[in-house]
C-alpha cells in the first residue's frame, strides 16, 4: 500500500469523524440563530437564517462548476422536504454520509485531468489554485489558517506520492469540508448579510449553484452593499442561462414532478413506461418552466394554462408523437393546459396500475391552494379500491364520500382529481378507461380560498383558467417563491414579506421574474443576525 493510499484511509476517518460530530460548521443550529430586521408592515420581526448542507442538485451543479467534471445528482445524500421543497438545515452528514462524499470526491478527481493545475513545488501557482478554486469552493476567501493547512496536506502527499495525488488530494478536501457542503453565509453589520454571504445566497436561489468567480468578485468590490447594486446583480444574474435552473428547481420541487424518476408502472398495463420515458418526463417539466419563464409570457397564467410543451423524442410518445429534436411542442387545448396537465405532475399523482382522483386533487388542495390537509389516521383502511372491468373510477372510490371516517378530506380531494380522469396513470390522454367505460371528467371544487374558484367544472384546462384568474393562487404562488428561496417555511410573524411577494407579483401582471426579482431584494432575503449561543 503506497503512502498516499494511508493518507487517503486516514483523511476517511478524520473527515467522517470531523462531520459526524460537529454537523454544519460553528456547531449544531438552534432555533435561537435567527436574523432581526424591521419589516415594511412596521413591526419588529425575526428571520431565521439556520445553517444548511447542499442539495443533490446544487451539490452536483457546483461541483461541475468548480471542477468541470460532469456529477450526477444522487451521489451524496438524500434531501428532506418542506412542503415538497427540499430543506437541509442543519442536517448533519454522519460517518457513513462522510464516507459518500469522499468517495464522490475521488470519482470527481479520478477524471479531473487539466482542468485544475499540477503545481508540484511551485508556491505561487499553488496559492493561484487557492485563491480561485479555493475562494469559490468556500464562497469567500481563504483564510490563513485554512491555506496553512491545505498546503500542509499538499505536501504531505506529495513526500510520498506523485504531483497529480498531491493536486488530486487538495481538491478532495477542498470537496469535502464543511465550509464546501454546508452554506456558510456570513453577516457584516447591522445583521446584514455581506458581500459574499449575500453572493452564496443569490447564486443558490437564482442559479441552484454556488457563486462563479464574477459573482464573487462583484461581492469583494463592494457591488452587493447597497440596495442598487443588489437590485442591478440580480438583473444580471436573471438574464444568465444558469437561471433556468433555478427556475425549474422551483417549479419541479413545488410540483414534486422529480419523483417520477422513482415511479413503477404496471408493465402489461404500460408497457413504453421506461427510465429513459420517465426521465425525459421529468426534464420535460423543467423545461417547459424555462420555456414559460424566459422564452415565452413569463407569466404565472401561463405557467397554468399555456397549450404546449417543450420535449424531444422520448417525451413525445406519451403524446402519440414522433419528433427528431428537443423543442416547443404545440398541444391540444382542449386536452392540456400548463403545468397541472404535464405528464410528470400527473404520473406522480397515480398508482402504477391505476389513477388516484385523490392524489391528484391534493396536488391541486396543497400545491396550488396552499391548503394542506391532515393525514389521514393511524387506523384508517387506505386499501385502494380493487380494480374493476363493470366499474368505473367514479363508481369504485364513491365510498369515500359515504364513508364519514373519510369523506371530511375526500369530499374536498376527489371531485377536484375526477377532473383529471382523462389522464392515465403515465399522464397520456385517453378517452376512455381500461374497461372501456368513457371518461367523465366532470369534477367539482369546493371550499377554496376565495368563492370564485368554486363551483363545476369539465377537464383540466376548464379548471386551470379558473386557477390562473385566482388571487388566492397568486399568493399561494408566491408563497411557495418564498419558500424555495428562504429554504424553509416562513412563519406568521413573516407574513409581511410574503404578502411583499406577492403584491410583486400581482402588480406585474402575474411576471415570474418580477417576483423573484423582488424575494431576492427584499430586506428579509438580505438579513443574518447570529443570536449569541
Known amino acids: 500500500m503506497s503512502g498516499v493510499t494511508h493518507i487517503a484511509h486516514g483523511m476517511r476517518a478524520v473527515v467522517a469523524l470531523a462531520l459526524a460530530a460537529c454537523g454544519p460548521p460553528g456547531g449544531p443550529?438552534?432555533?435561537?440563530?435567527?436574523?432581526a430586521g424591521v419589516d415594511s408592515c412596521g413591526a419588529d420581526v425575526t428571520f431565521a437564517t439556520p445553517v444548511r448542507r447542499l442539495s443533490q442538485d446544487e451539490y452536483a451543479r457546483t461541483v461541475t462548476s468548480l471542477t468541470t467534471v460532469p456529477v450526477a445528482p444522487g451521489v451524496v445524500l438524500d434531501d428532506p422536504?418542506?412542503?415538497?421543497f427540499a430543506d437541509t438545515t442543519a442536517a448533519a452528514v454522519g460517518v457513513l454520509g462522510a464516507d459518500r462524499y469522499l468517495r464522490a470526491a475521488e470519482t470527481v478527481t479520478a477524471s479531473l485531468g487539466e482542468a485544475v493545475p499540477v503545481c508540484g513545488a511551485d508556491r505561487s501557482c499553488l496559492d493561484e489554485v487557492l485563491d480561485e478554486l479555493g475562494t469559490r469552493a468556500f464562497r469567500r476567501p481563504l483564510e490563513p489558517g485554512e491555506r496553512e493547512i491545505l498546503l500542509g496536506l499538499h505536501e504531505?502527499?506529495?513526500?510520498?506520492?506523485?504531483?497529480?495525488?498531491?493536486?488530486?488530494?487538495?481538491?478532495?478536501?477542498?470537496?469535502?469540508?464543511?465550509?464546501?457542503?454546508?452554506?456558510?453565509?456570513?453577516?457584516?453589520?447591522g445583521g446584514a448579510l455581506d458581500g459574499y454571504g449575500l453572493a452564496t445566497r443569490l447564486a443558490f436561489f437564482l442559479w441552484g449553484e454556488g457563486p462563479d468567480a464574477a459573482l464573487l468578485a462583484r461581492?469583494?468590490?463592494?457591488?452587493?452593499?447597497?440596495?442598487?447594486?443588489?437590485?442591478?446583480?440580480?438583473?444580471?444574474?436573471?438574464?444568465?442561462?444558469?437561471?433556468?435552473?433555478?427556475?425549474?428547481?422551483?417549479?419541479?420541487q413545488w410540483m414534486g414532478t422529480a419523483r417520477v424518476e422513482s415511479l413503477q408502472r404496471d408493465a402489461q398495463r404500460f408497457p413504453q413506461w421506461d427510465a429513459a420515458l420517465a426521465s425525459a418526463l421529468r426534464e420535460e417539466t423543467r423545461a417547459f418552466a424555462g420555456h414559460v419563464v424566459f422564452d415565452g409570457e413569463g407569466?404565472?397564467?401561463?405557467?397554468?394554462?399555456?397549450?404546449?410543451?417543450?420535449?424531444?423524442?422520448?417525451?413525445?410518445?406519451?403524446?402519440?408523437?414522433?419528433?427528431?429534436?428537443?423543442?416547443?411542442?404545440?398541444?391540444?387545448?382542449g386536452e392540456r393546459a400548463g403545468i397541472l396537465t404535464q405528464p410528470a405532475a400527473l404520473a406522480t399523482g397515480a398508482h402504477d396500475n391505476q389513477t388516484s382522483i385523490t392524489l391528484r386533487g391534493l396536488m391541486v388542495r396543497e400545491r396550488i391552494l396552499c391548503q394542506p390537509l391532515p393525514l389521514p389516521p393511524d387506523d384508517l383502511d387506505i386499501t385502494l379500491p380493487p380494480l374493476d372491468d363493470e366499474l368505473s373510477t367514479r363508481e369504485r372510490f364513491a365510498r369515500h364520500s359515504q364513508d364519514p371516517a373519510c369523506s371530511g378530506c375526500h369530499t374536498l380531494m376527489d371531485p377536484v382529481g375526477l377532473g383529471?380522469?382523462?389522464?392515465?396513470?403515465?399522464g397520456a390522454w385517453r378517452d376512455a378507461e381500461s374497461s372501456g367505460v368513457l371518461v367523465d371528467a366532470s369534477g367539482h371544487l369546493s371550499g377554496a380560498p376565495d368563492a370564485s374558484l368554486d363551483g363545476h367544472f369539465y377537464g383540466v384546462p376548464e379548471l386551470a383558467q379558473r386557477l390562473a384568474a385566482s388571487p388566492s393562487v397568486s399568493e399561494c404562488f408566491a408563497r411557495n417563491a418564498v419558500r424555495f428561496a428562504w429554504a424553509r417555511d416562513p412563519g406568521l410573524h413573516e407574513s409581511c414579506a410574503v404578502a411583499r411577494a406577492a403584491t410583486a407579483l400581482?402588480?406585474?401582471?402575474?411576471?415570474?421574474?418580477?417576483?423573484?426579482?423582488?424575494i431576492a431584494t427584499d430586506p428579509a432575503f438580505t438579513l443574518r443576525t447570529e443570536t449569541p449561543r
Do not use: K, W
Open 29 to 35: 443550529v438552534r432555533e435561537s440563530d435567527t436574523g
Open 81 to 84: 422536504e418542506v412542503h415538497g
Open 156 to 189: 504531505e502527499v506529495r513526500a510520498v506520492d506523485t504531483d497529480v495525488a498531491a493536486r488530486d488530494a487538495l481538491v478532495q478536501a477542498l470537496l469535502q469540508s464543511p465550509q464546501f457542503l454546508y452554506r456558510v453565509e456570513s453577516a457584516g453589520s
Open 219 to 252: 461581492a469583494s468590490s463592494g457591488g452587493l452593499d447597497a440596495p442598487e447594486g443588489v437590485a442591478a446583480t440580480v438583473d444580471d444574474m436573471l438574464e444568465d442561462p444558469r437561471a433556468r435552473n433555478g427556475v425549474a428547481d422551483f417549479v419541479e
Open 299 to 333: 407569466t404565472l397564467s401561463a405557467l397554468l394554462t399555456a397549450p404546449y410543451t417543450v420535449t424531444g423524442p422520448e417525451g413525445a410518445r406519451i403524446y402519440g408523437l414522433e419528433r427528431d429534436e428537443v423543442g416547443v411542442l404545440p398541444l391540444d387545448p
Open 420 to 426: 383529471f380522469e382523462h389522464f392515465d396513470p403515465i
Open 506 to 518: 400581482e402588480d406585474s401582471g402575474g411576471d415570474i421574474r418580477s417576483l423573484l426579482g423582488s
